[in-house]
């Protein structure tokens, strides 16, 4: 089974610099990409960051360039993610998707000298539109399928190949009385787990519900996992305090993870790199079930309580 940890590397708010919620700096100590980077590189293990290049129309190319530039320089991987000043990408027509898409790689390739192979879309806002513009700039996989989230309701749990594109898409599991918590939700006026699809999220998913998970997927024959997380994965957005909790979750579950037997870490560029040279792992990961597991036990009750669903 292969794992990606996939970090979406953005501002949420505007109207707030992007440092705090990229780099999450607090009293001289970093919280945000750098201490991801670090609690990673500890076990020799490389993560995928889809960085927003977007931001930069909000605070500047050189900033957004030297996120990239940092990240790369340790080794890891930069990603396209597409948050457009304009809004969704699925609410536009293909010929502006392709010109957003294809501004977001010319400005990555000119930092790193290299073009990026993967993207998600911001909000998961993608359609077939999204997939057919990446083709047309040269991107390959796609990883904004989050079932009855994103307009791309493509695939479940399992890989795939789509006109063109390789999508990976966003892992997830149901909790169970997905019908009561639709409701729960509707009458709090928030998104209950995306009305009960829990995404395999540090922030989302319980330390025992992130190791049991693991196994849940593994049985049903899924092969290709993406844990998912922010750069602001720490910060309790809300209060905007350090959120210790999740921290220390984040540093226990790589470490469990990394001493599970079976399970291959990869990145968004490896997988590329393979798809295109390595018939008997593109197999692999395309063969895969598209199964999705139920559990209840997995969530983080801390997070029901403390925080909104984003
Ligand atoms: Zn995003």
Redesign the pocket.
């Known amino acids: 089974m292969y794992l990606l940890i996939t970090i979406?590397t953005?501002n949420?708010y505007k109207d707030t610099p992007m440092e705090d919620w990229i780099y999450c700096n607090f009293n001289g100590e970093c919280f945000g990409i750098e201490r991801i980077m670090n609690a990673l590189d500890k076990h020799g293990i490389r993560g995928t960051f889809?960085v927003?290049v977007y931001e930069r129309y909000n605070s500047g190319n050189e900033k957004i360039a030297d996120v990239c530039r940092l990240i790369d320089k340790k080794g890891h991987d930069v990603e396209l993610?597409t948050?457009p000043v304009e809004g969704n990408l699925s609410d536009m027509p293909f010929e502006k998707q392709k010109e957003i898409i294809s501004d977001g790689v010319k400005f990555i390739s000119s930092i790193l000298n290299k073009s990026p192979v993967a993207h998600?879309a911001?909000?998961y806002m993608a359609d077939l539109d999204t997939l057919k513009a990446l083709k047309e700039n040269g991107i390959l996989i796609d990883s904004s399928n989050f079932f009855e989230v994103s307009p791309l309701g493509i695939t479940k749990n399992r890989a795939i190949f789509y006109d063109g594109v390789f999508e990976i898409p966003v892992t997830y599991f149901h909790v169970p009385f997905k019908p009561i918590i639709k409701l729960i939700g509707k009458t709090l006026g928030r998104k209950i787990f995306y009305n009960g699809n829990c995404k395999y999220d540090i922030n989302w998913c319980s330390l025992s519900g992130l190791k049991s998970m693991i196994e849940r997927y593994r049985r049903a024959d899924v092969r290709i996992v993406n844990l998912f997380m922010h750069s602001f994965s720490f910060i309790d957005e809300e209060s905007q305090f350090i959120n210790i909790h999740d921290l220390n979750k984040f540093e226990e579950v790589i470490a469990y993870l990394k001493n599970l037997e079976g399970i291959n870490f990869i990145t968004m560029r490896e997988a590329a790199t393979r798809f295109q040279s390595d018939l008997s792992f593109k197999k692999y990961i395309l063969n895969g079930n598209d199964k999705v597991p139920l559990s209840l036990f997995g969530v983080d009750l801390h997070k029901f309580i403390r925080r909104k669903y984003v």
Do not use: A
Request: negative net charge.
């Open positions: 979406d953005e949420p889809f927003d993610h948050h998600r911001g909000s």
